[in-house]
């Protein structure tokens, strides 16, 4: 028997460790009955597309609730726990280094599992491990903890590409995938601001109350989303459909490996390895602002850290706005060259970072104005880097280029937990600053160098 995606079942009885992890969660079975009505199914796709962009983004807005509390804990972790910056920042690298390898190795197995199931795994044993971490006190458990919630965190990203990439058709991907990446804001943004009140009473409770909405969001999802189409009675959607018929109705096929596609795509394209050395430096700056700014509004700057959850937040949402006008920019300005908007962007980002580090004033408005300055230019690029890479390693090998630029992406926690940790603690916030600046600057010249890269690389298949 095979699966939805015409691939053997896994056998339960042998077998590799992937063939057993797959089957644990296997897609579900196709429907008895297709839908072949046209005037059935538009309506019924439609029911389900909004059940699944709605869901994905709740689910991994959800994600976010388990994975960011740390950032609004750590100011009252330092005061009651004796917990040094450099032991915080170290948990924020290996939490983002194990992420991002996670992330890549559970993608070969999101494309293969229960959309559903797997989604709603991650998230369980992500508020477990937040309990287990907010009932900690020792460095070694702490530490422990949060590098196990890392791994677990990285099987939040590949459902939501199998189910959006199977959901939706290649002419209007870009667009959805955009209004999801707005997830990540709204995850961010929400547990800054709530986390600041409930870090205010214990810090504890900035880890068991997110753990308790994150179950509550599974149970949501486990009853919200479906898996593949052909699960619930649909068939493939038009432009995703296994095989491509040409039109004289041979089955297109250039005998291809999947090894031979992987390395002429993405290996092989320079310009995917400069936009992966760039997204590095976009969440170097991303995270060194989102992880640290409840400290740096607190001890630079003054700020009462309920204040400062609330301006940190305003870094998340002014983001939204900031990479959806970028995608239309990408696509109406640029013709789908997405890499010439970040450019433009990520200057303006870097005036951000460094109006942030110079402008003297400590009120709460000019902050805060600064702040949502730099989320919006920032946000840009980092939701556009998998729009450009997707496109150059086309449908063939997408996901392995968004894998490696992801890669590339979280292992930048080296420099925004642990460095940004030992700069601020032993060299001061101002040296930090003039680092922060540095790495968007950086950010901006490799982007640049990717001017002339074409939109995709479809015309040479």
């Not at 992937?18 to 072949?36: C, Q």
């Not at 959850?309 to 900031?322: K, N």
């Not at 997707?390 to 292992?411: D, E, I, Q, R």
Request: hydrophobic content about 50%; glycine content about 10%; aromatic content about 14%.
């Amino acid at each position: 028997m095979s699966n939805s995606q015409g691939a053997p079942a896994p056998n339960s009885s042998g077998g590799s460790i992937s063939d057993k992890i797959v089957h644990l969660f296997r897609p579900d079975p196709p429907a008895a009955h297709i839908e072949t009505d046209p005037a059935k199914i538009r309506p019924e796709y439609k029911r389900w597309q909004t059940r699944v962009l709605l869901g994905t983004i709740v689910g991994y807005a959800a994600y976010y609730f388990v994975r960011k509390n740390l950032s609004i804990a750590m100011p009252a972790m330092i005061d009651q726990l004796g917990v040094s910056k450099s032991d915080l920042g170290t948990y924020l690298t290996l939490h983002g280094v194990i992420y991002g390898v996670s992330k890549f190795v559970n993608g070969f197995f999101g494309d293969r599992c229960n959309a559903r199931t797997f989604m709603v795994t991650g998230l369980l044993l992500s508020a477990a491990l937040n309990v287990f971490f907010g009932m900690s006190s020792m460095a070694i458990w702490l530490g422990l903890f949060w590098m196990l919630n890392g791994w677990v965190q990285g099987m939040g990203f590949p459902p939501c590409a199998r189910l959006t990439t199977h959901w939706f058709s290649p002419k209007e991907l870009a667009m959805k995938m955009s209004i999801w990446n707005t997830s990540h804001s709204i995850g961010a943004g929400l547990i800054v601001v709530i986390g600041g009140y409930l870090v205010g009473y214990n810090w504890r409770l900035g880890f068991f109350v997110p753990a308790a909405m994150a179950v509550a969001v599974a149970i949501y999802l486990k009853f919200a989303l479906p898996d593949l189409p052909q699960s619930v009675g649909l068939p493939e959607v038009e432009g995703t459909e296994s095989k491509k018929v040409m039109d004289s109705g041979q089955v297109e096929d250039k005998g291809e490996s999947f090894k031979q596609v992987l390395m002429e795509k993405v290996f092989s394209n320079p310009y995917i390895w400069i936009i992966a050395l760039a997204n590095f430096f976009v969440y170097t700056v991303r995270y060194s602002v989102l992880d640290w700014s409840p400290t740096i509004l607190s001890e630079a700057k003054g700020f009462k850290i309920a204040q400062s959850g609330w301006m940190t937040a305003g870094f998340e949402i002014s983001g939204i706005f900031g990479m959806l006008l970028a995608g239309w920019i990408s696509d109406k300005v640029f013709q789908g060259r997405a890499a010439r908007t970040c450019v433009f962007y990520m200057m303006l980002c870097s005036l951000g970072v460094f109006l942030y580090w110079k402008v003297p004033s400590q009120t709460p408005a000019v902050a805060s104005a600064i702040l949502c300055m730099t989320g919006f230019f920032l946000y840009g690029p980092q939701a556009l880097v998998g729009v450009i890479v997707a496109n150059l390693g086309t449908k063939k090998a997408a996901a392995s280029a968004v894998g490696l630029t992801g890669l590339f992406g979280y292992a930048s926690t080296v420099l925004s937990g642990w460095g940004l940790g030992w700069l601020s603690e032993h060299r001061g916030w101002d040296v930090t600053f003039e680092w922060m600046f540095i790495f968007a600057c950086i950010g901006t010249f490799l982007f640049a160098l990717t001017w002339f890269a074409p939109r995709d690389t479809y015309d040479n298949d």
